[in-house]
Nanobody
Framework: QVQLVESGGGLVQAGGSLRLSCAAS????????VGWFRQAPGKERDFVAA????????YYADSLKGRFTISRDNAKNTVYLEMNSLKPEDTAVYYC?????????????????WGQGTQVTVSS
């Protein structure tokens, strides 16, 4: 079992930045790839970014490349999502998820463990 807890969400003006954290406990964190997803009201849960278990490989939704950066610190059992130049359309609940194995995935069903989510609201 892996427990995931997201933090760092909040209200920010358009053009601002936030850094989300995903803290893990339970199994050996470095055995898991991690992804970030987001879900706006009435919409499906969408892929944002993923990172390999070592942190050497990262993947992004095409529309978010250049604005969002995923990273991890296995010594702290934490994955981060740095979000810059935020737009109102980035408003959503952001979830982190973990899957056992070296590589992340863009697919929701590929992940075994999920956090509760953290709300990000971007005002115009």
């Amino acid at each position: 079992q892996v427990q995931l807890v997201e933090s760092g969400g909040g209200l920010v003006q358009a053009g601002g930045s936030l850094r989300l954290s995903c803290a893990a406990s339970g199994r050996t964190f470095s055995d898991y790839a991690v992804g970030w997803f987001r879900q706006a009201p009435g919409k499906e849960r969408d892929f944002v970014a993923a990172i390999s278990w070592s942190g050497s490989s990262t993947y992004y939704a095409d529309s978010l490349k250049g604005r969002f950066t995923i990273s991890r610190d296995n010594a702290k059992n934490t994955v981060y999502l740095e979000m810059n130049s935020l737009k109102p359309e980035d408003t959503a609940v952001y979830y982190c998820a973990a899957r056992r194995g070296p590589y992340g995935s863009r697919f929701v069903d590929s992940y075994d463990y999920w956090g509760q989510g953290t709300q990000v609201t971007v005002s115009s």
